[in-house]
Nanobody
Framework: QVQLVESGGGLVQAGGSLRLSCAASERTLDMGWFRQAPGKEREFVAAILWSSSSTYYVDSMKGRFTISRDNAKNTVYLQMNSLKPEDTAVYYC???????????????????WGQGTQVTVSS
């Protein structure tokens, strides 16, 4: 069973930055980040492929969020800059054996999920 462990969430003021980390128990996984705000559906944030390190973002977060990975550590990161109060959510790490376009941003394309880490942005 693949395990994903997120860390790095917390409370930050608007305009600040946070870096989330997700350590996976296995290699060669395509990985992504989703988030879920109170009362809203879980939404795709970003993904990165194992084979090519190609990255994908939801348009609204391009330029502010950056996904990266350290394959030697089986860890994926989400660097979040210029945070806004509307970025407040639980952020989930997710993984799949193989992601394919156009379902990279689709929840059911991911087989494994972390427990989530809370990010709170104060105004």
């Amino acid at each position: 069973q693949v395990q994903l462990v997120e860390s790095g969430g917390g409370l930050v003021q608007a305009g600040g930055s946070l870096r989330l980390s997700c350590a996976a128990s296995e290699r060669t996984l395509d990985m992504g980040w989703f988030r879920q705000a109170p009362g809203k559906e879980r939404e795709f944030v970003a993904a990165i492929l194992w084979s090519s390190s190609s990255t994908y973002y939801v348009d609204s977060m391009k330029g502010r969020f950056t996904i990266s990975r350290d394959n030697a550590k089986n860890t994926v990161y989400l660097q979040m800059n210029s945070l806004k109060p509307e970025d407040t959510a639980v952020y989930y790490c997710a993984a799949a054996a193989k992601l394919q376009w156009p379902t990279i941003g689709v929840i059911i394309a991911y087989e494994y999920w972390g427990q989530g880490t809370q990010v709170t942005v104060s105004s």
